[in-house]
């Protein structure tokens, strides 16, 4: 049985966008302070970004095994259950001091941290067509101010009580919102009658048949792959070339945090049909956001800054624009259409984020660079050859 749309409020909204916001900023709160844990576990300057890597494919695994789910069972039981997984995984974060374990661990921490995507698929249920892009919009604008948010708090609270304490609040957290999740989130069953092999196999069948779907999770996955390379090599250049403390990279990544804004502006966008030339816009200075690396090096900072804001501006632009797309696609098939869409680009963001120390130690910021304006590029070439087909005009 399923919930009428009307049933979904300005609050309840407000309410996913908190949820969704934070329990994706698991994925996150180790990315910036890998520097402080690796030592700590006993992993290897090489090997520290394995535990942002590591968390993302576990989110990627979690996507494809357990969102589909929503599909099948009741979704406030299925959310609960996970975020009651991700309080184990982070506990377990903090008081863990075996690499290999640690290691372990946040790949769990990903792989419970899926709740959301069982969340933005309900409520685009429970949303009326005309406004169901403004509606994942403002909750996706939480989720990414969860994302955003997640790295100056991480820094902050490591350099002020150690990165373990970050783990222990944010499993106290997770205890408040499964509370929350509880009490507040409408049922909903499903009507879908498959056995959950039935249903995983007929993700290879969507894929298929949704050229529309292969498209959007090829441009985001480029996108996220450029967007979690910049994230979690900035640190690095950030202490190692200009001294700055844990406490000033906090403050760093809390301007990216304005790129959260990009969230509800794409979902009007979408609601007014303007998918294509929102997301040409976004590939393109994408592919250019990383150009003020080249600025004078007095204001290199500056610059670096710059990057992050656009970049986060133009990935959430256009992960806005691929869901909205998706999501009309086969109203039955929401969740597993939002699993494989979200598997592909943590895939990518997994990928970009297991370079990016190697690139950092090789080739300095400037392969970064290189490497980062890479991905949106062959997006946006991806994008113009997708363009002169008629089916795909609007991808």
């Given at each position: 049985?399923?919930?009428h749309?009307?049933t979904?409020?300005?609050g ?34 090489t090997?520290?970004s394995?535990?942002v ?8 695994l ?6 589909p ?6 979704n406030?039981?299925?959310m609960?259950l996970?975020?009651?997984?991700a ?19 946040s790949l769990?921490?990903?792989f ?7 969340l933005?698929p ?15 919009g ?9 994302i955003l ?15 373990r304490a970050?783990?222990?609040i ?6 408040a919102i499964?509370i929350v999740l509880?009490l ?11 056995s ?6 007929s993700?290879?069948?969507l894929l298929r048949?949704q050229?529309?779907?292969?498209q ?5 996955a480029?996108?996220f ?20 403390s844990?406490?000033?990279?906090a403050l ?8 959260a804004i990009a969230a509800p ?16 816009l ?11 690396a080249f600025i ?7 610059g ?8 986060d ?5 256009n ?13 039955k098939s929401r ?5 494989l869409y979200?598997?592909s ?12 120390s ?8 400037l392969?970064v ?18 363009a002169?087909?008629?089916?795909l005009?609007?991808?």
């Amino acid at each position: 049985m399923s919930a009428h749309p009307a049933t979904l409020t300005r609050g309840m909204v407000l309410l996913f966008a908190f949820c969704c916001g934070a329990i994706v900023a698991n994925i996150y709160y180790a990315q910036p302070i890998i520097e402080l844990i690796a030592p700590d576990v006993g992993l290897s300057s090489t090997m520290a970004s394995l535990i942002v890597s590591l968390t993302q494919i576990g989110y990627a695994l979690g996507l494809f095994f357990l969102v589909p789910l929503g599909d099948l069972l009741e979704n406030r039981r299925l959310m609960i259950l996970t975020t009651v997984v991700a309080i184990a995984s982070l506990l377990a974060a903090a008081f863990t001091d075996q690499p290999n374990v640690f290691l372990l661990v946040s790949l769990l921490v990903g792989f419970s941290s899926v709740s959301v995507q069982v969340l933005i698929p309900l409520a685009a249920h429970l949303a009326p067509e005309e406004s169901r892009g403004r509606v994942v919009g403002g909750i996706m604008g939480g989720l990414l101010l969860g994302i955003l948010l997640a790295r100056p708090i991480s820094s902050l609270v490591a350099d002020h009580f150690g990165w373990r304490a970050m783990f222990m609040i944010a499993a106290a957290l997770m205890a408040a919102i499964s509370i929350v999740l509880a009490l507040t989130v409408p049922k909903r069953q499903p009507d879908h009658s498959a056995s959950y092999g039935q249903l995983l196999g007929s993700l290879g069948t969507l894929l298929r048949q949704q050229p529309l779907l292969r498209q959007r999770a090829f441009y985001q996955a480029c996108l996220f792959a450029t967007f979690s390379l910049f994230w979690t090599a900035v640190p690095l250049e950030l202490s190692r070339n200009h001294g700055l403390s844990q406490t000033e990279i906090a403050l760093f990544a809390l301007v990216g945090a304005i790129g959260a804004i990009a969230a509800p502006i794409a979902g009007r966008l979408a609601d007014a049909g303007h998918t294509r030339n929102a997301s040409l816009l976004a590939m393109l200075f994408a592919s250019l956001s990383f150009l003020p690396a080249f600025i004078h090096p007095l204001y290199s900072v500056i610059g670096l800054a710059v990057t992050g804001v656009v970049l986060d501006f133009c990935v959430q632009m256009n992960m806005v624009l691929g869901q909205r797309t998706i999501y009309a696609l086969d109203a039955k098939s929401r969740s597993r259409l939002n699993a494989l869409y979200m598997t592909s680009i943590f895939v990518g963001g997994a990928f970009g984020s297991s370079i990016a120390s190697a690139v950092y130690e090789h080739g300095g910021w400037l392969w970064v660079v290189i490497v980062g304006s890479a991905f949106p590029l062959l997006a946006l070439l991806r994008f113009l050859s997708a363009a002169q087909k008629p089916t795909l005009a609007t991808a």
